[in-house]
């Protein structure tokens, strides 16, 4: 069993960055595969980046791509989502969640979403 909490949310200008972390603990997290998803109100939850556990394989939402980056610290047993260039339309509760089969750069988007395990997330709000 792994437990998951996010931390790093708050208020931010457009054009500013932040970065979000997923502590872990449980299980043996080297050997998960982590993803970021984001909930805006009123809309569905959305895929935003995973990073692999074997290879450090990323994916990233065509959204975010670009200006967001995936990156983990086995050490440590966080993964970090490095946010820069925010737009209001970014503004979201973001969550990370962890799965130990899933193969990141193979697995098909919907299967992001059927990940094991989930944090309870941390909000992010950008002021335009």
């Known amino acids: 069993q792994v437990q998951l909490v996010e931390s790093g949310g708050g208020l931010v200008q457009a054009g500013g960055s932040l970065r979000l972390s997923c502590a872990a603990s449980g299980g043996t997290f080297s050997r998960y595969s982590v993803g970021w998803f984001r909930q805006a109100p009123g809309k569905e939850r959305e895929f935003v980046a995973a990073i692999g556990w074997s290879d450090g394989a990323t994916y990233y939402s065509d959204s975010v791509k670009g200006r967001f980056t995936i990156s983990r610290d086995n050490a440590k047993t966080t993964v970090y989502l490095q946010m820069n260039s925010l737009k209001p339309e970014d503004t979201a509760v973001y969550y990370c969640?962890?799965?130990?089969?899933?193969?990141?750069?193979?697995?098909?988007?919907?299967?992001?979403?059927?990940?094991?395990?989930w944090g309870k997330g941390t909000l992010v709000t950008v002021s335009s």
């Open positions: 969640a962890a799965d130990s089969s899933l193969r990141v750069g193979v697995a098909r988007l919907n299967d992001y979403y059927d990940m094991d395990y």
